[in-house]
């Protein structure tokens, strides 16, 4: 026993490790506290504002056991982005021990985004003998709230939202207790000294609290009422899904004719009972981030209740999700049945926040509140994925997932970027982080304005950035770039298609050059159109336009997306194919068709655009699936739907290549081809027309369009890939969204040989967009090394 004191004694060194990550409010320092014993090391932890600093004092085989097992057993949600190692002096020490947390300035750390409810605390939920049974903000280390309570950082309770919450004794114990699932959880509370609910009417009087409040919600909800729930980042809208009356009283007095609601069911069993799931799509609706998944709901459901055809009129796709707070598990247990949770807020303002701001904006829609005093600093969507051919893609990234940020491929300047206009992100640069906010919205109104505002506030004070530089789109009217000029520094415009590419880029974590396959609605191109289908060979330093889609006029503007039938009347009519014998067409008043034929032949308030959106509206109108839409994107996804119930072979319709002259090109593009490849479209819109006089189904002419397009985005990028000797291809844009488009359009890229990039961690819509700019933004400005040259200023 004494040689092996004297052994110890010999050999007894110390470590001090620097760790980086999420590593606070995930219970890293109780399970640091563990490690250490397990290996009988001592010692002392403690938080910085840039992670956890530790040091281990004991046996070198122990130090090193323990480093080794540090990463491996780390708590689920922690994320560790790197540790540091150094020899430190050993103190003789014969404890480990927690120090206080310590600040410093100017110092960041990476903030857990929220996380859904965790197994132990959801057993604890049912347990009627545990003192959290059936209480709705039940949390621990593992779970509950983040980002949204955050105001300051390090993450302590004086900087969160549950400041104004003191601890019971029971609470104070297991906060205090290293040996507790809660030590330093700092939003536990328990039904004594926590948050609590309140059911009000609509005028905002309550009428219950505590668990009658919820018991009296469910049974509202049973009734076939609407209530305004306050989540975790804000209100959401709730109504009985299997309740056609209610979902259809939802749909009017939130304005939302068409758009698919979210619903949420109790379990993944009531998935199951509802959709057809794959591995994936049941990973991702079980994950701590628990997002929306776009997932095929079942022909013939298996549960007892159908939902009601009104949930999402257009698709026979379903967005579910399970329940992510206490709260929601226990309103779901006692409805008993799946439940629409759709923002709340109208059509697309932001989602409401606090409890007055609910009332004021939802008080005309919801029968009644069901609220709490736990104050929500960020607002906070949920977000919506979807896993179609090539893997799982983000739609919406928002809870469960921001602020986490996107790792770059190189280490850049402090940057405020503003991204785009519509599902609207902006992101902040520094070091090899790219922190992309949550979606914020279309920045159509002034409250989604001022969200986007606050929100840029909030992560620049929670990651100590000071933007040395501001970047935004090209688009003179765009909102976030009239916000960016507001702004002192250094300054560059990105074209949005560029940006577009940039960010599959980065999302890859991928530098070289590719050929960009971006298809969307609208962007501002070089030469002041509108593009919208394109082709560009480039990377981060610039790009040239290889090839897009054949410019088409577009009748009134932007306006034109509401009236696709206008889109189609245009396109016929400057691409000279008569529109005779369209049933879909026939009824538009001589006078309307007039208009439009003398705004495409005098080239009057009818601007030209590659879109390929307004191509997806032009096809749908023709084919009568969608005169008219109420939201984005309804033409394309009646057309999507419309063709996958038929799916079969077919060939693609004719199509052709013009070719004009030298390629536009940004930065600084090698020029990889030479001349500009042009799509014309007038064999198809032709065979089309001469397929609906013919009477050939929706069906069959909506599936040999997709087949169409997917031929014309291989052919010009195989062509490209010749010509340039580039070998992958990035697909962007909205319109990469369409399941069927990639189901069809990557195993023909794949099948010439070219290795294909798909998003995987920003949506492929405009909420990629500010990535790819912030990408771009480390090229132009990089300094010696990154291209000087090509740098704009305005
Ligand atoms: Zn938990
Ligand atoms: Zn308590
Ligand atoms: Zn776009």
Same mark, same amino acid.
Not at 160 to 163: I, L, Q
Not at 299 to 303: D, E, F, G, K, R
Not at 308 to 316: E, F, H
């Given at each position: 026993m004494a040689q092996r004191v004297g052994h110890e004694q010999l050999t007894r060194q110390a470590l001090r490790l620097a760790i980086r990550g999420v590593v606070q409010g995930v219970g890293f320092r109780p399970f640091l506290f563990r490690l250490a014993a397990q290996h009988q090391l001592a010692g002392w932890v403690r938080n910085t504002s840039w992670g956890v600093e530790l040091e281990i004092e004991g046996l070198s085989d122990d130090l090193e056991a323990f480093v080794c097992d540090l990463p491996l057993q780390a708590p689920p949600i922690a994320r560790i982005e790197s540790i540091a190692r150094e020899s430190a002096q050993p103190t003789g020490a014969e404890q480990f021990v927690i120090l206080l947390s310590q600040a410093q300035d100017g110092a960041y750390q990476l903030i857990s985004p929220d996380i859904a409810t965790c197994p132990d605390c959801l057993r604890e939920l049912g347990d009627p003998a545990d003192r959290r049974y059936r209480y709705p903000f039940t949390n621990c280390t593992n779970c509950g709230p983040r980002f949204t309570i955050i105001e300051g950082v390090p993450y302590d309770r004086p900087l969160? #939202?549950?400041?104004a919450f003191t601890m019971c004794p029971d609470c104070q114990r297991e906060y205090d207790d290293p040996a507790d699932r809660r030590f330093h959880a700092q939003p536990n509370a328990c039904p004594v000294c926590g948050p609590q609910v309140v059911l009000c009417d609509q005028a905002g009087r309550p009428l219950a609290r505590r668990d009658e409040a919820m018991r009296l919600a469910a049974e509202w909800l049973r009734q076939g009422r609407i209530l305004a729930v306050k989540g975790l980042g804000g209100f959401q809208l709730a109504c009985d899904a299997t309740n056609p009356e209610a979902v259809a009283r939802l749909r009017q007095r939130k304005q939302r004719p068409h758009k698919p609601f979210a619903v949420m069911v109790a379990d993944l069993a009531q998935a199951e009972a509802l959709a057809l799931l794959t591995d994936a799509e049941r990973e991702l609706l079980t994950s701590t981030a628990a997002p929306i998944v776009l997932v095929r709901g079942r @022909?013939?459901?298996? +549960?007892q209740a159908p939902l +009601? #055809? &009104?949930? &999402?009129? $257009?698709? $026979?796709y379903l967005g579910l999700m399970l329940p992510y707070t206490p709260l929601h598990h226990v309103l779901l247990g006692d409805v008993g049945r799946p439940l629409v949770m759709t923002s709340g807020n109208l059509s697309e303002e932001p989602i409401a926040r606090d409890n007055e701001e609910a009332l004021r904006r939802l008080g005309a829609i919801a029968d009644g509140f069901l609220w709490h005093d736990r104050p929500i600093h960020a607002r906070y969507d949920d977000s919506v994925w979807f896993v179609p051919h090539g893997g799982a893609q983000p739609v919406r990234r928002a809870r469960g997932y921001a602020p986490f940020p996107i790792r770059l491929p190189f280490h850049t300047r402090p940057t405020l970027v503003c991204g785009a206009e519509l599902k609207a992100t902006f992101c902040l640069t520094r070091d090899n982080y790219a922190f992309v906010s949550q979606h914020i919205g279309d920045m159509q109104n002034l409250e989604t304005l001022e969200h986007y505002r606050e929100s840029v506030g909030q992560y620049r004070e929670l990651f100590h950035v000071v933007p040395e530089r501001v970047v935004y789109d090209m688009? @003179? $009217?765009?909102e976030t770039r009239r916000f960016g000029q507001s702004l002192p520094g250094e300054r560059l415009a990105v074209q949005h298609h560029h940006a577009h590419l940039a960010a599959c880029l980065a999302d890859n974590g991928l530098t070289e050059p590719v050929i960009g396959v971006v298809f969307d609605g609208t962007g501002l191109g070089l030469d002041g159109r509108i593009w919208g289908g394109e082709w560009l060979v480039g990377d981060g330093r610039g790009f040239q336009r290889a090839a897009h889609l054949q410019e088409l006029p577009l009748p009134g503007g932007d306006a034109a997306v509401r009236k696709p039938y206008r889109i189609a009347l245009a396109y016929l009519q400057a691409l000279g194919v008569s529109a005779e014998g369209v049933p879909a067409l026939a009824g538009v008043p001589s006078s309307q068709r007039e208009m439009i034929e003398r705004m495409v032949t005098k080239g009057i308030r009818a601007p030209l655009t590659t879109s390929a959106g307004r191509l997806f509206d032009a096809v749908a109108a023709l084919l009568g699936l969608c005169p008219e839409t109420s939201y984005e994107a309804q033409a394309a996804i009646r057309l999507e739907v419309a063709a996958d119930a038929h799916f079969s072979g077919g060939l693609p319709y004719p199509y052709e290549i013009a070719t004009a002259g030298t390629p536009q090109t940004w930065g600084s593009a090698q020029p990889w081809v030479e001349r500009t490849q042009v799509v014309q479209l007038g064999p198809l819109f032709s065979e089309l027309v001469a397929d609906v006089q013919r009477g050939v189904t929706v069906a069959q002419m909506a599936w040999r369009f997709h087949l169409t397009l997917a031929h014309i985005i291989r052919d010009l990028a195989l062509s490209q890939g010749k010509e340039s000797g580039l070998g992958r291809v990035a697909l962007s844009g909205g319109c990469f969204q369409n399941r069927l488009l990639l189901s069809l359009a990557v195993p023909l890229l794949q099948g010439d040989g070219l290795q294909v990039l798909l998003h995987r961690q920003v949506p492929t819509n405009d909420g990629g967009v500010a990535l790819g700019q912030a990408f771009i933004a480390h090229y132009q400005t990089a300094g010696p090394a990154g291209g000087c040259g090509s740098r704009r200023r305005e």
């Open positions: 969160t #939202t549950m400041r @022909p013939v459901p298996l +549960a +009601a #055809t &009104g949930i &999402g009129p $257009d698709t $026979d688009h @003179p $009217d765009y």
